[in-house]
């Protein structure tokens, strides 16, 4: 089975400061690796998505993820925060051999403040 | 622009009743998602569907039955409404096939409150 854990539920900023997002996966198989933002009201996006070759993804809005396999950790970082960013973010695992089937975290909502 | 549509973004109904929730995509994607956003438990995963006419349970099915008639619809059914089923409900589809992962298209949710 799989499961995700975000430690974080909340995370406060104040504005151009970087932030990272903890992403914590456990699963006995190999598995896909996403981060999804959520905006009041609205429903998922996706943010960036980890497959395979480079440990560092970049995705959209200057978020970028490292996944690291032996701490199997999928941590969202961005360098620079703006209030547009304000949202809540979801980490997500797949396993390759089901990608169809997501498991995802109980999402980290991210404060930016002026 | 690729959509997953739900009919409503917001219901109130009485316990008791049965309430249909819909999604409509336009992708032509063969799997369709139902989950429920609760504070503090993220998305929990109702039911699915790979296929027309096909379903299956995912982690909390207990009070919901789906219905796939057509494969760019996908209905959740609540057959008798509780305050405990108070919730965001997340349409979701994705394309079927071996390869990377494809990741899901979400609807903007639909909030439902029993009262």
């Known amino acids: 089975a799989q499961s995700v854990t975000q430690l974080d539920s909340q995370v406060p900023v104040f504005e151009e400061a970087p932030v990272e997002l903890r992403c914590n996966y456990s699963?006995?198989?190999?598995?896909?690796l996403f981060w999804y933002v959520q905006y009041p009201n609205q429903g998922l996006q996706l943010l960036l998505k980890?497959?395979?070759?480079?440990?560092l993804v970049k995705g959209i809005n200057g978020f970028e993820a490292e996944f690291n396999k032996s701490q199997t950790s999928f941590h969202l970082r961005k360098p620079s925060v703006h209030i547009s960013d304000t949202a809540e973010y979801f980490c997500?695992?797949?396993?390759?051999?089901?990608?169809?089937?997501?498991?995802f975290g109980s999402g980290t909502k991210l404060n930016v403040k002026p | 622009d690729v959509k997953v549509t739900q009919s409503s973004r917001y219901l109130v109904k009485r316990t008791g009743e049965k309430v249909f929730l819909e999604c409509v995509q336009d992708?032509?994607?063969?799997?369709m998602f139902w989950y429920r956003q609760d504070p503090g438990l993220g998305l929990r995963l109702i039911y699915f569907?790979?296929?027309?006419?096909?379903?299956e349970k995912g982690d909390i099915p207990e009070g919901y039955s789906v219905s796939r008639e057509k494969k760019e619809r996908f209905s959740l059914i609540l057959e008798s409404a509780s305050t405990n089923q108070t919730s965001m409900y997340l349409c979701?589809?994705?394309?079927?096939?071996?390869?990377?992962?494809?990741?899901?298209?979400f609807g903007s949710g639909t909030r439902l409150t029993v009262v």
């Open positions: 569907s790979y296929d027309v006419k096909m379903k």
């Open positions: 979701a589809s994705s394309l079927s096939g071996t390869g990377e992962g494809n990741g899901y298209t």
């Open positions: 992708m032509d994607h063969e799997n």
């Open positions: 980890y497959l395979s070759g480079s440990t």
């Open positions: 997500a695992v797949t396993p390759q051999y089901n990608f169809n089937k997501f498991y």
């Open positions: 699963s006995s198989v190999s598995v896909y």
